[in-house]
């Protein structure tokens, strides 16, 4: 008998002499802990354990296709990979207690690509790869982690929190729910020809609050609903014998049945709408009601987003604004993304903006002069959560310098106010002074374009802190042709300056995530921050600034980050399993920093977007610290893109 052998009947020796103990160990780790007690007890049966002195290599590239799947019991395991132009091997990821390898590769039936090596001495259960081959047909649990790695712990985690949150408000499916589940009735319709009575009848039979106008083809043309009915009367028109199509809505909005619960929340929402038409190759399947996508909700979504939008003062508005918080429960309970919550806070967000602005208009008088209020940030990127300050400013047209400083004139004092009414709706005031009242962001579109030009041509410090800001911006009130012109001459200007792509991406790579060598996670060591990291600066920002830098380098003018690593991962910029990780891993360390904001709110305590990493439960400790890998490995690449 080998050596070799004679280790492995050791190692099986050890294991069955001690199962019990082995499963209890296994049994605080996922995805063995969702596993069906007989096929963990299996999988144990079939393993060895086998000692790793530090530093000893426990799979190398050159060892060809995978024998075993590892489980680390002891100790800890690190990944390193020599990359092109690097004279040292680059650390790309750390395993620990509980945590699993190589499973790409073992699916692939091919070498792993990366040496796994001894951080320090350690104990490996080893599953023989027939054996691994055999528990992926029998376990369904260890074969959907086995094909998705992290993505499906990431499932475990977002079922939890739908479930806490659904114990709340008593949801019922999924935000991501398709249409067609949700539009089951037959649509309500009528002729454009038809007597208002008969349609408000035909309304009242089948208890709707909307009829569809159609075609002889079953398109829609219109909709007319409860409200418009109300409106109607108030307005003392009511000729009960007229057509329905002088009262109609026309050209309803519309979406396929093959949307989400949640594309429809967001239509209903941006057009202040309360039934949406669901048209399939042009012609009507069903209709969908706000009460249908959130019948146990508490606030309404659609309703809030009206009420914003008419409030008839700041005090008022402050109010409502209350409202907003109590949403992001029932959204998680509805099985929306960290990403959806983010995208109805800032579209809430834009409303009470717009409100803002239109009411100061009032109060204040017409300036004389048309402007453009344009947001930046997290707020252009609508990745907006609880915790919000202000980024803005002010776009106008001018034929020249001087017609720019009169202009300049005419509306700080009405940007003044709007900045301190938003103040005094929860948009904390920029301590940097990024706002529309500063008289070097409320610009003329050529001014706007001298400082992006400067900023691109003479790289300093505060130059490349500006371009992290104002190179995500967005038009929020006011016309956008201007705005767009000038986001499309930045774009342009950015594509032929590499020694500026270079220097931006020198930037990004200034806030390194918190994993350590050594320790899960680098916190703070002293004062009032001690043994916590930033969820949003170390964990956040790195995706934020890579995305941001690859995709203006490549011509790609949506600003939000999921979208441009999308795009990017669609243009072959990025590869599309790393696109993919990145998205997941943004998106988990997204809901952590939002379930911290409700909890913090819960006991009204300020918001902040500090984490003590050791007050997390094992699953989302484990997903965390991978999610910082995947800032790692953007950070790495990007380095490695621009010769860092």
């Known amino acids: ?20 103990g082995t499963m209890t160990f296994l049994l605080g780790y996922p995805p063995f802990a969702q596993m069906e007690t007989h096929h963990l007890a299996w999988m144990v049966e079939h393993c060895q354990l086998r000692f790793y002195a530090e530093g000893d290599v426990i799979i190398r590239p050159s060892d060809g296709p995978v024998q075993y799947f590892h489980i680390v019991k002891q100790g800890r395991v ?4 020599r990359l092109a132009g690097q004279d040292a091997p680059d650390t790309t990821f750390e395993i620990s ?36 081959s055999a528990l992926v047909g029998m376990s369904p649990v260890f074969r959907d982690f086995a094909l998705r790695g992290v993505s499906s712990l990431l499932q475990q985690v977002n079922l939890q929190v739908q479930r806490q949150a659904a114990e709340t408000v008593g949801a019922h499916y999924s935000l ?70 002088g009262v109609m809505t026309p050209s309803p909005c519309y979406l396929p049945s093959t949307a989400s619960a949640f594309d429809a929340a967001i239509s209903m929402t941006r057009e202040h709408i309360a039934h949406l038409c669901v048209v399939d190759d042009g012609r009507l399947v069903g209709v969908v009601s706000e009460r249908d996508l959130f019948a146990l909700q508490r606030v309404d979504l659609v309703h809030l987003a009206r009420a914003i939008s008419q409030a008839e003062n700041i005090a008022s508005l402050v109010a409502l604004r209350r409202d907003i918080h109590h949403l992001v429960d029932s959204m998680l309970a509805y099985g929306a993304s960290a990403a959806q919550v983010t995208h109805i806070i800032t579209l809430l967000n834009d409303h009470s903006v717009c409100r803002v602005i239109e009411l100061c208009l009032r109060q204040h008088g017409d300036p004389g002069v048309a402007f453009t209020w344009l947001c930046f940030g997290s707020e252009a990127r609508r990745e907006q959560t609880l915790m919000t300050d202000q980024d803005n400013g002010m776009l106008f047209e001018a034929e020249n310098a001087e017609q720019a400083a009169t202009y300049r004139q005419q509306l700080l004092p009405l940007a003044q106010q709007i900045n301190q009414a938003l103040a005094e709706c929860g948009f904390t005031l920029c301590k940097g002074n990024i706002m529309a009242s500063n008289p070097e962001l409320c610009l003329s579109r050529a001014e706007w374009q001298t400082r992006f030009s400067r ?36 774009l342009d200007m950015v594509a032929h300056n590499t020694t500026f792509q270079h220097l931006m991406a020198r930037n990004a790579l200034a806030h390194r995530p918190p994993v350590g060598l050594f320790r899960d996670f680098v916190t703070s060591r002293s004062g009032h921050e001690k043994n916590t990291l930033d969820l949003k600066i170390q964990g956040l920002t790195p995706f934020v600034d890579a995305a941001r830098v690859l995709a203006l380098a490549h011509g790609i003018s949506e600003t939000g980050t999921l979208r441009r690593l999308q795009l990017l991962k669609q243009q072959g910029v990025i590869d599309a399993l790393d696109a993919d990780a990145y998205v997941e891993a943004y998106e988990f360390i997204q809901l952590i920093r939002m379930q911290q904001h409700q909890r913090q709110e819960r006991e009204q305590q300020p918001f902040s ?22 800032a790692q490995r953007l950070q790495s690449s990007l380095a490695l893109r621009y010769q860092l």
Not at 14 to 19: D, E, G, L, P, T
Not at 212 to 238: H, S, W
Request: charged share 25%.
């Open 1 to 20: 008998m080998s050596r070799d052998d004679s280790l492995d009947q050791v190692g099986r020796t050890a294991v069955k002499q001690n199962i019990h």
């Open 78 to 81: 690190r990944g390193e990979r």
């Open 97 to 132: 207690i509980g945590e699993c390898f190589p499973l790409a590769a073992l699916i692939g039936d091919r070498a792993t690509r990366t040496e796994h090596i001894a951080g320090q001495d350690t104990f490996c259960l080893l599953l023989p790869r027939a054996d691994f």
């Open 176 to 245: 991501d729910t398709v249409l067609a589940q949700i539009a089951i009735r037959e649509p309500v319709s009528c002729a454009a020809d038809t007597a208002i009575g008969a349609a408000v009848r035909i309304m009242h039979e089948a208890s709707v609050g909307s009829i569809v106008i159609t075609d002889a083809q079953a398109a829609p043309e219109g909709i007319f609903t409860l409200r418009d009915l109300r409106r109607i009367v108030a307005e003392g028109q009511v000729d009960l014998q007229q057509p329905i199509a």
């Open 455 to 490: 900023c691109i041509q003479s790289a300093t410090p505060e130059n490349l802190l500006a371009s992290s800001i104002f190179f995500d911006f967005r038009v929020v009130w006011g016309e956008p042709a201007g705005a767009q012109a000038l986001f499309d001459a930045v």
């Open 609 to 630: 977007n500090r984490l003590a990493p050791d007050t997390l439960n094992h699953l989302d400790r484990r997903i965390l610290r991978e999610s910082f890998r995947q």
